[in-house]
Antibody, heavy 124, light 108 residues
Framework: EVQLVESGGGLVKPGGSLRLSCAASGFTFSSYSMNWVRQAPGKGLEWVSSISSSSSYIYYADSVKGRFTISRDNAKNSLYLQMNSLRAEDTAVYYC?????????????????WGQGTLVTVSS | EVVLTQSPGTLSLSPGERATLSCRASQSVSSSYLAWYQQKPGQAPRLLIYGASSRATGIPDRFSGSGSGTDFTLTISRLEPEDFAVYFCQQYGSSPRTFGQGTKVEIK
């Protein structure tokens, strides 16, 4: 069974930093692109960032470009999101999501499955 | 970017009734690259449909998707108690991938 478990969320002040982690199991992690998707409280879903299986291709939403960094460690079956210069509008549940299998899934494709999410609150 | 508009915002129905949810795109979605997700309170979204009409693994056949171009529909043929939730559409035909704002299916 595919499992994705996020951690690292919490309360941080504006301008602060946080590093999220996602531990993957139940599939060959190194063969799949991975994603971060967020959901502000009571709001819709927003794709944040994607990374290809070998980290060759990395993409960010304009809203986080230059502040967030996605990375992965295939030896540890783990995905990360380093978040710097955090703003109030970054407050959200952050989900780690596995990409579909296919040559363009690092950029396009659906998300399946998703982890349970970790809450990031940016507030003074 | 492609803007997805879902309607209605809320659908009030009784168990056993048919639910029809709409997702309209601001521009044509390439190759019907559209997915639907179900989200229950406090849970992560779950993939229901991809490619506009293909059911994901383990999804009951009361869920069906249709449409192409800019107009897509998710139909739940007979609502079960566990189907009351929020449903999101998502396009993956162009970058960035975008989601609709969601339709809540609530018990009438």
């Amino acid at each position: 069974e595919v499992q994705l478990v996020e951690s690292g969320g919490g309360l941080v002040k504006p301008g602060g930093s946080l590093r999220l982690s996602c531990a993957a199991s139940g599939f060959t992690f190194s063969s799949y692109s991975m994603n971060w998707v967020r959901q502000a409280p009571g709001k819709g879903l927003e794709w944040v960032s994607s990374i290809s299986s070998s980290s060759s291709y990395i993409y960010y939403a304009d809203s986080v470009k230059g502040r967030f960094t996605i990375s992965r460690d295939n030896a540890k079956n783990s995905l990360y999101l380093q978040m710097n210069s955090l703003r109030a509008e970054d407050t959200a549940v952050y989900y780690c999501a596995k990409a579909c299998s296919g040559p363009t899934c690092y950029l396009l494709g659906w998300f399946d499955p998703w982890g349970q999410g970790t809450l990031v609150t940016v507030s003074s | 970017e492609v803007v997805l508009t879902q309607s209605p915002g809320t659908l009030s129905l009784s168990p056993g009734e048919r639910a029809t949810l709409s997702c309209r795109a601001s521009q044509s979605v390439s190759s019907s690259y559209l997915a639907w997700y179900q989200q229950k309170p406090g849970q992560a979204p779950r993939l229901l449909i991809y490619g506009a009409s293909s059911r994901a693994t383990g999804i009951p056949d009361r869920f069906s998707g249709s449409g192409s171009g800019t107009d897509f529909t998710l139909t739940i043929s007979r609502l079960e108690p566990e189907d009351f939730a929020v449903y999101f559409c998502q396009q993956y035909g162009s970058s960035p991938r975008t989601f609709g704002q969601g339709t809540k299916v609530e018990i009438k």
